[in-house]
C-alpha cells in the first residue's frame, strides 16, 4: 500500500508510537538532568518525588505500548494530557515558576498540533495554562510548598507577583502562538497529503487508461503481422513457387524484420497485459520441472555456441505456488540473455536453493557483463545497456522488464550483480507460498 | 492426400496456410466462421480440423470444439486450435465440462505458425 493509501487507523497507530519512543528520551533526559542538578551543579533536589514521577511516565509508556498493540488506538489525546500533567508536577517539584524547564510545554504543544486536530490542540494548550497558573497559585497562596532552586540564578521568586506576571504572560502567550503556528504548518502539510494523493490515484488511472491503449493498438498490430508473417514466410520459403536469387534475398530480408517486429509486439503485448491484470492464476507446480523445461528450451543455442549450462537444484526444492508460463518465461529469458551475452566456450550456471518459505534461484553467466552506472536501468522497459546493444543489435529491452513484472506480482525480488567484462549474476528469490503482489 | 478444414476468420492467414497445405497435396476447405466451419465439418466430413480460437468472440473456437467433438461422427477428427500462449491461459476450460477439466482439442499451435511447423503437425496428427 502507498503512503497517501494509509488508513486512518494506521497512521494514528504509526504517530503514537512516535510518541512512545520520544517519551523513554524524555524519561532518561529527565533523569540525567536530576542526576546533573544534584551532583555537578550541586542544587538540592527532592529526588522521591522526582523519582516516583519518572516511575509514573515508566508506566504508562508501557501500558501504551500494549495498548497499542492490542487495541490498535494510539491514545494520543490522553497520553498528552497524562505528559502535560507529569511535566507539571515535575516542574513543581523542581523550582516551579523559577524552573526554565517550564518551557518544555512547547514541546508538547508542537506534538499536540501534528497529532490532534486544531480544537484539540487549542484545548491541550489551554490544559497546559490551566496546569502552570494552578501551580503558581498553589506555590504562590502557599497553599503547598514551594521547592526553591538553592543556588540556581533565580531563586525565591514564587511570591514575587512581577516576575509571576511576567513569565505567565510569556509562557501562556507561547503555548497559543506554538500551537497557532504548528497547526496552520500541520493543515498545509495535511491538504498537501491529501492533494498528492488524489494527483497519485490520478496518475495510476491515467496509466491505466494508457496500458489499455496500448494492449488494444498492439493486439491490432499483431493480428495484421501475423497475417504478414505467415503470408512472406510462405513466399520466401519457396513453398508458393521457385524464387531466383535476388526474389529470395529480398524476401529474407522482409521475413527476419518482421520476425523482429512480431517479438517485440508479443513482449509489449505481455508485459502490458501483465500490468492491467488485476489477478493472475496461481496454482501449485513443480519448479524443478520448470526450470528443467527452462534450460531446454535454451539448450540448443547454448551448444551452438560451445557453451555448457551447469545447473545445481537443491533436492528440497520441487512444488512452489504461482504462475508457471510466466516463471518459465522469466526462468527461460534470463538464461536465454546469459547465453546470448556469453562468448563461445563460456560458462552459464543456474543453482537453485531453497531457505523454507522462499526459493533462490541464480543464473551466473560469464559473459560481456552490466557497465556499473547502467545496473540500476536495466529492468526499465525499452532499457537496453550499452555494451548489450553492442554486441547484439536485436532486442526488445523489454525481457527483463516482464521478468520483474512477474517476480514482483509473486511477492519475490530480482536483481543483478555484475561487473563488465567479467559476467552477472542475476538472482531472483520466489516464496513458496505465492502471495500474489 | 488429406482433406482439411481450416476455420479461422482472418483471410490472410487462412490464404497462407492453403498454399502450404495444398503444397503438400492436400485438399484444402475453409470457413469464416464458427457456424460455417461447423457446417462445413458435417457436411465435407474432414480429416483434420484447424481452429482458430480467437473469432466472433475471444473463446469461439472452444465452442465449436466442443461442438466437434459431441458429434459421433466428427468426435476422431482431430483438432489443432491456433491460439497465442497467453490467451490460452486466461480461458476457464471448466466450463460445461462437468467436474473435470476438459481441453476439447488434439493440440494448441502457436500464432503465427512456421510453415514447416505447420506442416509436421498435420502430418503428425494425419498419421495417428
Known amino acids: 500500500m502507498t503512503r497517501a493509501g494509509k488508513t486512518v487507523e494506521e497512521s494514528i497507530v504509526e504517530r503514537s508510537r512516535w510518541l512512545i519512543s520520544l517519551r523513554w528520551i524524555a524519561i532518561a533526559g529527565v533523569i540525567l538532568t536530576a542526576a546533573a542538578a544534584n551532583l555537578v551543579f550541586k542544587i538540592p533536589l527532592p529526588v522521591i518525588p522526582l523519582l516516583s514521577i519518572v516511575g509514573i511516565l515508566i508506566v504508562y509508556n508501557l501500558i501504551f505500548t500494549f495498548l497499542i498493540v492490542r487495541l490498535r488506538d494510539g491514545f494520543a489525546n490522553l497520553q498528552i494530557s497524562l505528559d502535560l500533567a507529569c511535566l507539571a508536577t515535575l516542574v513543581h517539584f523542581s523550582g516551579g515558576i523559577e524552573n526554565p524547564f517550564l518551557f518544555y510545554f512547547i514541546f508538547h504543544m508542537i506534538i499536540a498540533s501534528i497529532l490532534l486536530s486544531r480544537r484539540a490542540a487549542f484545548l491541550q494548550a489551554t490544559f497546559a495554562v490551566a496546569l502552570f497558573l494552578a501551580m503558581v497559585t498553589i506555590e504562590y497562596t502557599g497553599a503547598m510548598r514551594h521547592y526553591c532552586l538553592v543556588s540556581f540564578i533565580i531563586k525565591d521568586q514564587h511570591s514575587n507577583l512581577l516576575y509571576i506576571g511576567v513569565v505567565s504572560f510569556v509562557f501562556v502567550s507561547t503555548l497559543y502562538i506554538a500551537v497557532y503556528m504548528a497547526t496552520s504548518i500541520t493543515k498545509r502539510l495535511r491538504e498537501r497529503e491529501a492533494s498528492l494523493a488524489q494527483a497519485n490515484a490520478l496518475l495510476n488511472e491515467k496509466d491505466r487508461i494508457k496500458s489499455e491503449y496500448v494492449l488494444r493498438v498492439t493486439h491490432d498490430i499483431k493480428e495484421h503481422l501475423s497475417a504478414i508473417q505467415s503470408c512472406v514466410e510462405t513466399v520466401a520459403g519457396g513453398i508458393a513457387g521457385e524464387l531466383n536469387e535476388k526474389q529470395a534475398n529480398l524476401l529474407q530480408r522482409a521475413d527476419d524484420r518482421t520476425a523482429k517486429l512480431m517479438v517485440f509486439v508479443k513482449a509489449l503485448v505481455e508485459i502490458t497485459r501483465i500490468k492491467l491484470a488485476q489477478e493472475i492464476e496461481f496454482d501449485y507446480f513443480s519448479l524443478k520441472d520448470t526450470i528443467e523445461s527452462a534450460i531446454n528450451f535454451v539448450d540448443t543455442k547454448a551448444r551452438n555456441k560451445g557453451i555448457i549450462i551447469n545447473s545445481s537444484i537443491a533436492p528440497a526444492v520441487d512444488m512452489i505456488n504461482g504462475a508457471q508460463v510466466y516463471i518459465e518465461e522469466t526462468i527461460a529469458n534470463i538464461l536465454a540473455n546469459a547465453v546470448k551475452y556469453t562468448s563461445a566456450g563460456g560458462r552459464v550456471s543456474i543453482d537453485v536453493e531453497d531457505d523454507g518459505g522462499n526459493v533462490l534461484i541464480r543464473v551466473r553467466d560469464t559473459g560481456i557483463g552490466i557497465p556499473k552506472g547502467e545496473i540500476g536501468k536495466l529492468f526499465e522497459e525499452f532499457y537496453r545497456a550499452t555494451n548489450a546493444r553492442f554486441t547484439e543489435k536485436s532486442g526488445t529491452g523489454l525481457g527483463l522488464a516482464i521478468a520483474k513484472q512477474v517476480v514482483a506480482r509473486h511477492g519475490g525480488k530480482i536483481w543483478v550483480e555484475s561487473e563488465e567484462g567479467a559476467g552477472s549474476t542475476f538472482s531472483i528469490i520466489l516464496p513458496k507460498g505465492g502471495v500474489q503482489g | ?128
Open chain 2, 1 to 128: 492426400m488429406a482433406k482439411i478444414l481450416i476455420i479461422d476468420d482472418d483471410a490472410d492467414i487462412t490464404e497462407a496456410m492453403r498454399v502450404v497445405l495444398e503444397s503438400k497435396s492436400h485438399w484444402v476447405i475453409s470457413a469464416k466462421s464458427g457456424e460455417e466451419g461447423l457446417a462445413k465439418a458435417r457436411a465435407q466430413r474432414p480429416d483434420l480440423i484447424i481452429l482458430d480460437v480467437m473469432m466472433e468472440t475471444t473463446d469461439k473456437g472452444f465452442e465449436v470444439a466442443r461442438e466437434l467433438k459431441k458429434d459421433d461422427l466428427l468426435k476422431s477428427v482431430p483438432v489443432l486450435m491456433l491460439t497465442a500462449l497467453k490467451d490460452k491461459m486466461g480461458l476457464d476450460f471448466k466450463k460445461e465440462a462437468g467436474d473435470s477439466v476438459w481441453l476439447p482439442v488434439e493440440a494448441y499451435l502457436e500464432k503465427p505458425l512456421k510453415p514447416e511447423d505447420l506442416i509436421s503437425k498435420v502430418e503428425h496428427f494425419l498419421r495417428r
